[in-house]
Structure formats: structure tokens, C-alpha cells
T-cell receptor
Framework: SQTIHQWPATLVQPVGSPLSLECTVE??????LYWYRQAAGRGLQLLFY??????ISSEVPQNLSASRPQDRQFILSSKKLLLSDSGFYLC?????????????FGDGTRLSIL | KQEVTQIPAALSVPEGENLVLNCSFT??????LQWFRQDPGKGLTSLLL?????REQTSGRLNASLDKSSGRSTLYIAASQPGDSATYLC??????????FGTGTKLQVIP
């Protein structure tokens, strides 16, 4: 069966520090991968999605970037964190080529910027 | 651009009551609609998935309906329990597997 892992679960970082959140998927090949953010009092917003290694699409302009160095690995990064980067970050995967297939979510990373 | 609205934003009910959560979306060209549960500080738990060709799905005390033409979905919870307290999210999936979430309904079931 397929599983998705995100880490860390919780992270507290100072303003201006770098960030790296990792997401890996097991039990499937060439999944579509997604990063979402849930800011306080707001809904989940799609940040990035990837349909293959090295292929990243950004949905909103921001201080963050994403990379996919391996088929089942998706990384969310920042060189210098802002206070506004605080939030709950969720990674998700889906079966490619089937628009009616749902996305499956990880347990999330709660990021607090001080 | 797809927009998803959930009403009410918050709901408090006594234990045992039946309740309905509402979700509406502006673009009816969807592939599926999913209801999730989110506990505080946790990830998303998928409750029910309704494909665009379906009208409803049931799982235990939960029943979700979909009226794609009018852009509406409801989540019915029967005989609510304190353990049902959580935020419930509605999400619609359109082309290129893009998912748009509603802002959620925060449910509190009072013992």
C-alpha cells in the first residue's frame, strides 16, 4: 500500500533562517506531488505541484521554492524565512493521468516563525 | 477560478443531534468532491469521496451528497458524538488534479 511521510512534524525557526521540509511517498511510482499551506484563519492553499523529477509548477508567488530531486521525494525550501511563512504545511500525492483520483495527504508540518 | 465556500464556519450541537454541513463551489466542471476531517494540529483524514458521476456516498454515520449542476454538496452526520468534534473541509478537484479547499466548518459536539 502507498504511504506518505512528512517531517519534521513541528518546527520553530527564527526570521531570516533557511527552511527545508521533506516529503516522501512509498508504494507508488511517478506520483503527482503537491505542497499546500494552511495559514492561521485561512483555507488550504496550493503552493507547488510536480508531475515528474525536476518539474515544478508554482501556484502563487512567494518566498518559498520546491524541488523534486527523486521520483518520490518533494522538498519545500526557503533561503530566508519571513514571519508570514508561519503555517501548517501539507504534502500530498496522487496517481498521475487520472483526474478523478483523489489526493492523499501527509500528517503535515506546523511551522512557527519567531 | 474555482471558489469553495463552507457554511456555517462554526457549529456547536449537543450530543446525539443530527447535523448538516454545507459546501458550495462556483465551477461545476469538477472530477470529484472530497470531505475531510482535520483535528487540531493534525493532517487531513479523508472521510468520503464522491466522483462527479455520483450523487452520494455513505460511510457509517456519514452521508455526503453532491449536486454538481447547482454546485452544492452536503455532509450529513447522524447521531453526533463528542469524538466528531473537528474541522470539516470540503475540497473539489478540477482539471490537472488541482484541488480547491473550502475554509472549513469547525464542529463542536457537546456531551
Amino acid at each position: 500500500s502507498q504511504t506518505i511521510h512528512q517531517w519534521p512534524a513541528t518546527l520553530v525557526q527564527p526570521v531570516g533562517s533557511p527552511l527545508s521540509l521533506e516529503c516522501t511517498v512509498e508504494g507508488t511510482s511517478n506520483p503527482n506531488l503537491y505542497w499546500y499551506r494552511q495559514a492561521a484563519g485561512r483555507g488550504l492553499q496550493l503552493l507547488f505541484y510536480s508531475v515528474g523529477i525536476g518539474q515544478i509548477s508554482s501556484e502563487v508567488p512567494q518566498n518559498l521554492s520546491a524541488s523534486r530531486p527523486q521520483d518520490r521525494q518533494f522538498i519545500l525550501s526557503s533561503k530566508k524565512l519571513l514571519l508570514s511563512d508561519s503555517g501548517f504545511y501539507l504534502c500530498a500525492w496522487s496517481t498521475p493521468g487520472h483526474s478523478n483520483q483523489p489526493q492523499h495527504f501527509g500528517d503535515g508540518t506546523r511551522l512557527s516563525i519567531l | 477560478k474555482q471558489e469553495v465556500t463552507q457554511i456555517p464556519a462554526a457549529l456547536s450541537v449537543p450530543e446525539g443531534e443530527n447535523l448538516v454541513l454545507n459546501c458550495s463551489f462556483t465551477d461545476s466542471a469538477i472530477y470529484n468532491l472530497q470531505w475531510f476531517r482535520q483535528d487540531p494540529g493534525k493532517g487531513l483524514t479523508s472521510l468520503l469521496l464522491i466522483q462527479s458521476s455520483q450523487r452520494e456516498q455513505t460511510s457509517g454515520r456519514l452521508n455526503a451528497s453532491l449536486d454538481k449542476s447547482s454546485g452544492r454538496s452536503t455532509l450529513y452526520i447522524a447521531a453526533s458524538q463528542p469524538g466528531d468534534s473537528a474541522t470539516y473541509l470540503c475540497a473539489v478537484q478540477g482539471g490537472y488534479q488541482k484541488v480547491t479547499f473550502g475554509t472549513g466548518t469547525k464542529l463542536q459536539v457537546i456531551p
